[in-house]
């Protein structure tokens, strides 16, 4: 079956989590071996770049992608948001399922987050791999408090793959798994 005919949405179980993360890294190994490093001029750190300049890019990436989302009951910053994610992006989530499309991640992002939730990245968490000749693994942990409160409710790791192109940046695969209890409640 064609990924556009899969569903939108699915319920996976943390065995199917744990492949996916399996087959990224294995997606991740073969990119670093099969792909020279592209030359860009687009935004930021190019991949190969690698080290501080790199991690910075994509730390300061990670703010913007989700200053915006913190935002996204004004409609113009939703816009923004979604300027971060490839249109095929995959979001894999463990208590929400799969979405295909960037689309169906936004229709997500409207109808559950949006003026509900807000997200932290958990200072001196974040740690960035380069993916010569694609892009950039960023891996940390972040909290989802509720609009308006004192403190977070819960805690989750995160996976995202960055593409870097000609086009600059964007992102292309989202792993958000381990959701919990925040340590600061």
């Known amino acids: 079956m064609s990924r556009r005919q899969r569903p939108r949405t699915q319920r996976i179980d943390r065995a199917t989590l744990w492949y996916a993360v399996a087959a990224a890294a294995l997606a991740t190994a073969w990119l670093a071996w099969g792909f020279p490093a592209r030359a860009s001029e687009a935004g930021g750190a190019r991949p190969d770049a690698g080290g501080e300049a790199l991690e910075a890019t994509i730390a300061a990436l990670d703010e913007a992608v989700f ?5 996204c009951d004004d409609p113009a910053q939703l816009d923004r948001h979604a300027g971060y994610f490839d249109p095929d992006v995959e979001f894999y989530h463990d208590g929400g399922g799969v979405t295909w499309t960037r689309q169906a991640m936004l229709e997500n992002t409207r109808r559950h987050v949006c003026g509900r939730l807000t997200r932290q990245r958990v200072p001196g968490n974040l740690a960035v791999h380069p993916v010569p000749g694609f892009g950039a693994i960023a891996l940390g942990r972040h909290r989802f ?12 790791d995160f996976v995202m793959l960055w593409r870097h192109d000609d086009e600059g940046w ?3 695969r989202v792993l958000s798994f381990g959701h919990r209890p925040a340590a600061n409640r």
């Open 67 to 71: 200053d915006a989302f913190n935002r």
């Open 145 to 156: 408090c509720q609009a308006g409160a004192e403190g977070c409710d819960g805690e989750a």
């Open 170 to 172: 964007r992102v292309t």
